[in-house]
């Protein structure tokens, strides 16, 4: 029996590789100090892997934004706009993965997406008809080679060829299958190349094979594999699953020749039938995913050897591993001195992780059963309290409390009236760039180093310079910034009862952006208000509407680390019932159009169809409908999405009620807008008309485009104009200048409507 993970964390303890990134961005640093950084960080983690005592150590698993976009640069595949910039090969990068506004030229970021059920984002690979498939890039080789001349034999790990085609854009005539023989020569040429260098295994990361497999889709992974594997030498191939089980194609793979095949015990609900009644065969390595690589609580070292001791393996065929890469959760735990014993002895954040691997071999292998005793003492303990308020308050919930009355077109009628808005009403999404004053105006108080007055007159300020700014612009629905949240969800976590924070427990969700996600730890309860004192005074200061700021139930529990002995559903529905007490306060104090965001709501859509009503949609919608459902008719209920990928669930999307909802379209080409249309889609909407995760700066006219591409989709009167998120991760200048060429190109289009006497 051996050890090993399927990834590690590459941001660093600290955060290294996101600080580095950053100045390297503002031109503070050069290529060569990034690249020491980045070496530094890896010789620490393949140090600490390997100190830990695993078997076998993973490379390829760094990044300096993404790996999806690594491979797909390893193979060539470069849209020519990126070419044509002709910049240095590390700015090529960054310009697929950020855009690039300046003297070589102008051009928008790949798309970005969420990561299956993850709260990590990858670059969309884009193949067009001119792109030309083949191994031209060096990085996995030359960190193989890194790790090599530190002592270290590595497993090289890189996106399949399968998952690669399924998660790519094809913006030519071509499709998935016509690049089929250029991927498996490219891909050949990867393993040849590694067998060269000494690799003994590779790990191909195929984690679209967990969701629904059509027949074609299976005729396109055979298509990839059978000549792959026919071609490969000396190299083992591992072939890396995770996010699920291989209901429909596990007889097929495991007739491959494959040399391991790494599947997810944890999320996979069938894996173990799977393995159990179809075998495993005797001449392959499984890698058996039994350690939770999503969440963060000590495994029950009893269930998971039960587990182990049932597989139908032999012990040299068998390697314990994660159940997907430890990139989900945070470094470890030792980074935590202020939490208390009592929780911090339930948590296993990566590093710990790694020790639960060693051990369950140890134990497996019946050395030291010490550790099983540490662990069966920990489980036997109880260790929540239950807040019998809160659970009979859901219990008692009823019918008609996630039903809002009137129905949605009497209402909009209403609030016309009250709001008396201009067509293509102007707003944003809620935050304003969280500078770095802003940020370290929340440190010094969090440091103690001025008071709780100082820390909020700052931010007073801060909201009174963003409402005028709004006000001279022109923009119709007003918002406070949210200067006062480190993060949409973590804030929310600090208010409410029954969440535990970390200090440095970050987790990459792209690029150079972390979350340090809030841990549920009991049962959620409002007990204070979260948002009032922030909207009452932007109120205060504007005649003109200001939207109320609230992060939605799903989003709370989804950008959490749950807990494992209660349903989604039932904490979602205490989050509801805490987010509904916060709505109706802001209601009484007089805001009149209060937004509930849900951006994480299509995220955690479970992988296959079967699941998404009975698994999901059948408590999420109706979560937040409660949070909504009390309100006057005169409250117009906002909710906003992001990577808005919902074509096929857009009515469950029309089914959560609200009036109106924002989104993204403008990164994945405005398509969704088809949808809409085709399927009548009755919430009012604003499709986002820039991307405000690139530091570009859209012109007034192209917003202007991108408006005529809505009207041409959606009815006059129910559209909004908005970006297509926060604003919390831009810069000023870049926030101020946009926002300009927004509403210019509003009042453009307002006036040629005007003109043709619409
Ligand atoms: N949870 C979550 N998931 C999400 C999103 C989101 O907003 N939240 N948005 C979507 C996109 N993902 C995003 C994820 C993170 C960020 C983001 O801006 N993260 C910030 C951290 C936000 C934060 O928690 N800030 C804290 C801590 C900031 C910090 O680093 N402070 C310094 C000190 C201050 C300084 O000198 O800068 C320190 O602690 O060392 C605060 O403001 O209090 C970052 O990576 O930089 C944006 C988008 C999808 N998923
Ligand atoms: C990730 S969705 C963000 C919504 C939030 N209201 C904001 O503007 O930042
Ligand atoms: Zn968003």
């Known amino acids: 029996m051996k050890t090993t993970v399927v990834g590690y964390p590459r941001i660093g303890a600290h955060r290294e590789l996101k600080f580095a990134v950053q100045k390297y961005f503002k031109h503070e640093i050069d290529a060569t100090t990034l690249d020491e950084t980045a070496r530094e960080l890896r010789r620490v983690n393949w ?37 044509d910039l002709n910049l240095a090969p590390l700015d090529e990068y960054f310009a697929q993965a950020r855009g690039y506004q300046g003297p070589k030229g102008d051009v928008t970021a790949l798309s970005m997406k969420k990561w299956f059920n993850t709260n990590y984002h990858y670059l969309v690979p884009e193949f067009e008809d001119t792109t030309d498939i083949k191994l031209v890039g060096t990085k996995l080789f030359d960190e193989f080679k890194e790790a090599k001349a530190q002592g270290y034999q590595t497993r090289p790990t890189i996106v399949g060829p399968y998952t690669l085609l399924k998660l790519a854009a094809f913006n030519g005539t071509k499709t998935a299958a016509d690049y089929v023989p250029e991927l498996v020569t490219a891909y050949t040429d990867v393993l040849s190349q590694l067998a060269e260098l000494g690799a003994d295994w590779v790990q191909l990361d195929e984690p679209a094979l967990v969701k629904d497999q059509s027949v074609a889709d299976l005729a396109l992974f055979q298509a990839l594999y059978t000549p792959l594997l026919a071609a490969k030498k000396l190299l083992k191939v591992l072939l890396q699953t995770y996010f699920g089980d291989l209901r429909d194609s596990y007889e097929a793979i495991v007739n491959q020749a494959f040399d391991g095949i790494g599947l997810d015990f944890v999320e996979g609900a069938q894996t173990d039938k799977l393995v159990k009644t179809n075998g495993f065969p005797a001449d392959k390595v499984l890698f058996a995913g039994v350690i939770n690589g999503k969440n963060i609580w000590r495994a029950n070292y009893d269930e998971k050897l039960a587990l182990i001791k049932s597989l139908p393996v032999k012990d040299d065929q068998l390697i314990l591993t994660t159940s997907c890469s430890l990139l989900h959760v945070p470094y470890t735990v030792a980074n935590e001195p202020k939490l208390a014993q ?28 010490a550790e099983l005793q540490a662990n069966q003492q920990l489980f036997a303990t109880p260790r929540y309290q239950e807040n019998e308020a809160i659970t009979k308050q859901v219990a008692a919930l009823k019918p008609s409390d996630f039903n809002r009355e009137p129905d949605r077109a009497t209402r909009l009628k209403i609030q016309a009236d009250e709001f008396n808005l201009p067509v293509l009403p102007t707003t944003t999404i809620g935050s304003f760039p969280q500078t770095r004053e802003v940020r370290q105006n929340r440190a010094k108080f969090k440091r103690g180093e001025i008071t709780r007055e100082q820390y909020d007159a700052f931010n007073k300020h801060e909201i009174k310079q963003w409402i005028e700014f709004q006000e001279k612009i022109g923009l119709d629905v007003l918002v406070h910034g949210e200067f006062e949240r ?39 309860a409002r007990t204070q208000p979260i948002t009032v004192a922030e909207s009452v005074y932007a109120q205060s200061l504007t005649d003109k509407p200001v939207k109320g700021m609230l992060t939605g139930p799903v ?66 919608i109706p979560a937040f409908r409660l949070v909504h459902s009390k309100v006057q008719p005169t409250t117009q209920i906002h909710t906003h999405m992001c990577y808005s990928e919902f074509g096929d669930i857009i009515e469950a999307i029309d089914a959560m009620d609200a009036d109106v909802i924002s989104f993204e379209a403008s990164r994945a080409d405005l398509t969704l807008l088809d949808t809409l249309q085709e399927d009548h889609f009755q919430t009012h909407v604003g499709p986002g008309v820039y991307d405000i995760h690139s530091p570009r700066v859209p012109s007034e006219e192209e917003v202007a485009t991108t408006i005529h591409k809505i009207l041409a989709k959606l009815p006059l009167d129910n559209v909004w104009i908005n970006p297509d998120c926060g604003l919390k991760t831009r810069g000023t200048t870049e926030t101020v200048a946009s926002l300009e060429n927004v509403v210019a190109a509003t009042k453009q289009v307002r006036g040629e409507l005007v003109h043709e006497g619409r």
């Open 486 to 524: 480190n993060d949409m969800v973590e804030y929310f976590g600090e208010k409410l009862d029954g969440f535990i924070f970390t200090q440095n427990a970050w987790v990459q969700s792209y690029g150079t952006r972390c979350v340090k996600p809030p841990i549920i730890w009991g049962d959620v």
């Open 555 to 620: 989003t709370i529990l989804n950008w959490s680390f749950t807990r494992e002995d209660l349903s989604p559903q039932e904490s979602t529905y205490q989050i509801a019932l805490a987010i509904q007490a916060e709505v109706l306060d802001l209601e009484r104090h007089g805001i009149k159009i209060i937004q509930i965001d849900e951006a994480a709501l299509r995220e955690n859509l479970p992988l296959r169809k079967t699941d998404w009503y009975p698994r999901y949609l059948d408590w999420a």
């Open 342 to 369: 009592h929780y911090k002895r339930y948590l296993a954040f990566a590093a710990e992780k790694l020790t639960e691997l060693t051990d369950l071999k140890a134990i497996a292998t019946a050395t030291n059963q």
């Open 47 to 83: 140090q600490s892997l390997t100190e830990a005592g695993l078997d076998q150590i993973p490379s390829g698993d760094f990044s300096y934004f993404d790996t999806t976009l690594d491979t797909a640069n390893l193979l060539n595949i470069v849209p020519q706009r990126y070419r």
